[in-house]
């Protein structure tokens, strides 16, 4: 069982006296501060003058009973979770339990840790409650910059990167992995920018064959092949004093990345067929879901154009990087797509909003945004329950895993542990590879040979079987030896939720 935070504070309301001293005595070393009352009346005093975080109270009690107490305290402090206990363990004791506005409904004979379960997440469904209604208040009051939200440290840098850069014209690399929303960073520098009146032209570079690449990007003339019946202005020139945005850079053809170097260099575009230049005024902002380092030592991207693109690097993060910013980020969209669609869809339920946290995110902020119209479209209530989010997103299990040598079927293979180490590695370094390769103190190849590895879920590993001793050592190691010492080594794995702690004698 989960220790409960410390100071939980519980109010226990029951006419017997000894069941509320047995609780008074049980329930602090499961980290609760416990006070009791005998009587409903009591107890009603003491909340009006001290501050508890849940009330426990028997069903069937003298005078007040309990479903009159949790009535009175729904009524007057609906910030406070009611866990209701009763001898009576029929369905519609519960029913009436559950109607009074109870949490939750534990039997007799009270087995004191499923209580304590019960009053934890009492509270823990209350403050995610509060939660999602501040963020619901945050999501009208701070509205993001061209819909890049957050309050995390992460995304807070590259908000700030994007103000500081937004007035210049230095060319810009923004990269991320496919659905962190890099489009969304090159429209907010262009409309944070005095070019903002001006157009935005944003062109797929992995869409189009090297020829047809060309003709869009610098033009054509009359004539130059079959179908071109007129002269046209490519990309670059249509763009005029705006911001022209080349998404997919990376995967720009390598005879395409020479012409597009000279255009980058001299500032004027040759249109295909056309014997002269024509120059032209708009900055260029590019954007990769690729580790363009890699492409150019692997010689499939060019290290001088790779330099003339990357005067300024925006890198955004990936969702898992911002766990914070999930709940945030799901009441935006959900706001934006609900008036769309004129659904009275209003926010998400705690149990709801739970799984949202615990999910991986591997599509990032594009996965969230489909998530939330695809819940907005089948909620049937006022809030978004568990029942409109998709199946992955229901069945997936947390991937928080404590593991230590005293419970040794619980251990880990060395190449599994590798390998989330050096995922969360490359986590930290918002996916450079280069970089990850040089905290890790290995070249690149190696971390692609370990990056290429299948993943395979965290299988136990079973304990040794009892065997013969070995035979005796001729030489025994000394004292302080390496073989001998104790070593201790933590390691986080791929996500800041994995902790791996492995200590070995």
């Not at 993060?317 to 934006?336: E, M, N, V, W």
């Amino acid at each position: 069982m989960t220790t409960p935070a410390p100071a939980t504070r519980v109010l226990v309301v029951d006419d017997v006296q000894s069941m509320c001293e047995m609780l008074a005595e049980r329930l602090p070393p499961l980290g609760f501060e416990v006070a009791w009352r005998t009587s409903g009346d009591e107890a009603l005093a003491l909340l009006a003058a001290t501050d508890v975080d849940a009330v426990v109270t028997d069903l069937n009690m003298q005078g007040m009973n309990g479903l009159e107490l949790c009535d009175r305290i729904v009524a007057g402090r609906p910030d406070v979770p009611v866990v209701v206990i009763t001898a009576f363990g029929n369905l519609d004791t519960a029913i009436a339990a559950i109607r009074a506005g109870a949490y939750d409904f534990i039997t007799k004979p009270v087995k004191v840790d499923a209580l304590a379960i019960a009053v934890q997440r009492a509270v823990e469904h209350l403050s995610l409650q509060r939660e999602v209604m501040r963020l619901r208040r945050d999501a009208g009051k701070d509205q993001p910059i061209d819909g890049i939200a957050g309050g995390s440290p992460a995304i807070r840098e590259t908000i700030e990167m994007i103000r500081r850069v937004a007035d210049s014209d230095a060319t810009v690399l923004v990269t991320g992995e496919s659905g962190t929303g890099k489009e969304l960073v090159a429209r907010a520098l262009h409309r944070l920018s005095p070019r903002q009146n001006e157009p935005f032209v944003a062109v797929n570079c992995a869409a189009m064959p090297a020829p047809l690449l060309e003709s869009e990007l610098f033009g054509h003339v009359r004539g130059a092949f079959t179908d071109a019946k007129r002269s046209r202005a490519g990309l670059f020139v249509q763009a005029g004093a705006g911001t022209i945005f080349l998404d997919e850079i990376g995967e720009m053809p390598i005879e395409m990345q020479v012409k597009l170097l000279r255009v980058l260099q001299e500032r004027k575009v040759r249109p295909v067929g056309g014997d002269e230049e024509v120059p032209f005024e708009a900055r260029v902002v590019t954007a990769t879901n690729r580790d363009l380092e890699t492409e150019v030592e692997e010689k499939r991207f060019r290290e001088d154009l790779f330099y003339r693109i990357n005067v300024v690097a925006i890198p955004v993060p990936p969702l898992r990087s911002r766990a914070g910013d999930i709940l945030l980020l799901a009441q935006y969209f959900l706001k934006r797509i609900a008036s769309r669609t004129s659904k009275p869809v209003q926010g998400i339920s705690g149990p709801a909003a739970r799984l949202l946290m615990d999910y991986d995110w591997p599509g990032n902020v594009r996965e969230l945004e489909n998530c939330m119209e695809r819940a907005v479209a089948l909620c049937r209530l006022d809030e978004i329950t568990v029942d409109d989010l998709p199946s992955k997103v229901q069945e997936h299990q947390s991937s928080k895993i404590v593991i230590t040598t005293e419970s040794p079927g619980e251990l880990i293979t060395l190449d599994e542990m590798e390998r989330r180490y050096v995922r969360h590695v490359l986590d930290r370094v918002n996916g450079n590879k280069t970089h990850a390769a040089r905290a890790l103190g290995i070249d690149r190849r190696s971390l692609y040979r370990r990056l290429e590895t299948p993943y395979q879920a965290s299988r136990p590993v079973p304990p040794p079987e009892a065997s013969a001793p070995p035979p005796a050592l001729e030489e025994q190691p000394k004292t302080g030896d390496s073989e001998c010492s104790r070593v201790t080594a933590q390691h986080v794995c791929a996500s800041p939720t994995h902790t791996v702690s492995v200590s070995a004698a």
